[in-house]
């Protein structure tokens, strides 16, 4: 129906550029990579702010005068010297954040030894300058945290209990099924599987909570961040961008078709 030539002309060529080329399968791959992407830019402010501090003296720093946190940082230490070794960096050379998280997706060491890909199979393994080891390795992360291709993410809940408070306590990690929580008194009007795991969250807007069910896929991008609002903001600005690709496409679809 549309035509997938779009997502280039608009400024969207890093994305699009670890897009598969055949047709048919880029808009699939496309919602796939957009979470990473926004993640991406999220993590590095707009890809502006990857780190100007050495990872080596942050983690050195941290582990010998933070101690309460001495144990996590020496462990950090250890794993980015293991990972400089592997990359073939010199350890003196490699900059972070102030805690030695690393790249655009600022990766810990660790995440980094565990999640880092070369997506483009080009021989390195690039977290600051190669969108497609960025986006790739984002995905690995997500996915290696529960991500399910073409499920939900979040979906608007009906609260028809005063006792809402004890059930969004029960937390963040999807247990109950949309079926079960309908016994509790909470439904959606959203069109998906009853038998899907959900959890019960707010959000705090001015005018009080706002409902929402999250399900596994929302909990693998609060494995990134455990902030409600900040998965909240990645799922958002990642359909904003999916829906101004499909825009775009008809668009050109349409042009063509005159
Ligand atoms: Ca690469």
Known sequence: ??????????GFASLASVSSPRTGEIA?????????AVIA???????KRTGNFRVIDALSTLTFDAPARADYFRKELEQFLLLAREQQWDP??????????????????TSYRRYAIDFNADGHTDLWNDPADIIGSIGSYLHQSGWKEATPI??????????????????????????????????????VQVSLPASLFTLDLSGGPEFWFGFENFYAILQYNRSRNYAMAVNDLANEIVRERERISASVSSNGAQ
Request: contains cysteine.
């Open 41 to 47: 830019l999220l993590a590095s402010r707009y890809g």
């Open 28 to 36: 699939r791959i496309f919602v796939l990579i957009a979470f990473p």
């Open 154 to 191: 979040v979906a608007p809940a009906r609260v028809d209990t005063a006792d809402w408070k004890a059930l969004v306590d029960l937390g963040l990690k999807p247990t109950l099924t949309l079926e079960q929580w309908k016994m509790r008194g909470v439904d959606t009007l959203a069109n």
């Open 1 to 10: 129906m549309s035509d997938d030539s779009g997502c280039e002309q608009k």
């Open 92 to 109: 003196l050379s490699i900059n972070g954040s102030f805690a030695g998280a690393m790249g655009m997706p600022q990766f810990m060491p």
